[in-house]
């Protein structure tokens, strides 16, 4: 079975830091897709940023981008120059290529931006 | 214009009760889904709709049901409410294909006492 785990449940970064959340995914697919979600206190899920397994680039939106290792089964958050309207539990996401798109959530990690 | 709504955005009800969570989206999407989202942030799948037709059924106590009238809408229906489906039930609708982004509605915290 799909899982996606995310070691960290919380994280702290000084406004206009870097800072990097960490996901890794348990899969015997090939292709399939990846995602970052953000929620902010207002509970509103958001699409941050999504990853094709069959791209080796890795997806960059603003200050928002990735490290995808294929091999290693890993995909990075990585956000740069934080601000206070990042602060939010962030998801990685997991969904194989197929119709039964069902997306499988990772149990969140909780970003703080300190100002 | 709102995209994904869900009504009611608060329920609190008593145990045994039956309640309703009623979602629509505007996006002309065919796709629509329903996850629970526990008190852990713990976000899963529920039930996929595509295109009024039932595709993704998780292990689901049978008293939630959904009903989908048309590509528009997928209700939510629970009977015999217990304490353990106190949650945030998140509506969300896509067009179909694993790609494409999924939009979310606000959520309905459902506390049940």
């Known amino acids: 079975a799909q899982t996606v785990t995310q070691s960290q449940p919380e994280m702290s970064v000084q406004e206009a830091e870097t800072v990097t959340l960490s996901c890794t995914y348990d899969?015997?697919?090939?292709?399939?897709?990846l995602f970052w979600y953000k929620q902010p206190p207002s509970r509103q899920m958001i699409l941050v940023i999504r990853q094709e397994a069959y791209k080796q680039q890795n997806a960059t939106e603003n200050r928002f981008s990735v490290n995808f290792q294929k091999a290693a089964k890993s995909f990075s958050l990585k956000i740069s120059d934080s601000q206070l309207g990042d602060a939010a539990m962030y998801f990685c996401a997991y969904r194989p290529m197929n119709r039964d798109d069902k997306i499988i959530f990772g149990k969140g990690t909780r970003l703080h931006i300190l100002p | 214009d709102t995209a994904v709504s869900q009504t009611p955005k608060y329920l609190v009800t008593q145990m045994g009760n039956d309640k309703s969570i009623k979602c629509e989206q505007n996006l002309g999407h065919d796709t629509m889904y329903w996850y629970k989202q526990d008190s852990k942030k713990f976000l899963k799948i529920m039930f996929s709709y595509n295109n009024k037709e039932l595709i993704i059924n998780e292990t689901v106590p049978n008293r939630f049901s959904p009903k989908s009238p048309d590509k528009a809408h997928l209700n939510l229906h629970i009977n015999s409410l217990e304490l353990g489906d106190s949650a945030v039930y998140f509506c969300?609708?896509?067009?179909?294909?694993?790609?494409?982004?999924?939009?979310f509605g606000p959520g309905t915290r459902l506390t049940v006492l």
């Open positions: 899969t015997s697919e090939s292709d399939y897709y």
């Open positions: 969300a609708s896509s067009h179909t294909g694993s790609y494409n982004e999924q939009f």
